[in-house]
Nanobody
Framework: FQLQASGGGLVQPGGSLRLSCAAS????????IAWFRQAPGKEREGVSC????????RYADSVKGRFTISRDNAKNTVYLQMHSLKSEDTAVYYC???????????????????WGQGTLVTVSS
């Protein structure tokens, strides 16, 4: 089972990026998926999560109204669309899976048992 985040890069403040979290070797359909990020010298931060049916989503206050999480179970992929990027969004972004039932999710790291490699997002002019 491999989980791979991609889509990071260098973007100017105010710009947009879409991150993807793709899985191989296992279906993501039965997992709640979360995005986390970690900036240099800072603790890991939960950014967003989405339940198996996509009924439930959650966002950190710092990204509400700017980021949107979605999933395409047919493509075995979860996305994080990021708009109005700020320098403080600069970080390595990770996706993670957790066998969490129900229609409510939380971005608490201990709930997630498989983590993919991250993708670097740099917001700079």
């Amino acid at each position: 089972f491999q989980l791979q985040a991609s889509g990071g890069g260098l973007v100017q403040p105010g710009g947009s990026l879409r991150l993807s979290c793709a899985a191989s070797g296992r279906s993501l359909n039965i997992y709640t998926i979360a995005w986390f990020r970690q900036a240099p010298g800072k603790e890991r931060e939960g950014v967003s999560c989405i339940t198996t049916t996509a009924i439930g989503t959650r966002y950190a206050d710092s990204v509400k109204g700017r980021f949107t999480i979605s999933r395409d179970n047919a493509k075995n992929t979860v996305y994080l669309q990021m708009h109005s990027l700020k320098s403080e969004d600069t970080a390595v972004y990770y996706c993670a899976t957790g066998p969490i039932p129900g229609d409510v999710c939380h971005t608490l790291p201990f709930l997630y048992d498989y983590w993919g490699q991250g993708t670097l997002v740099t917001v700079s002019s």
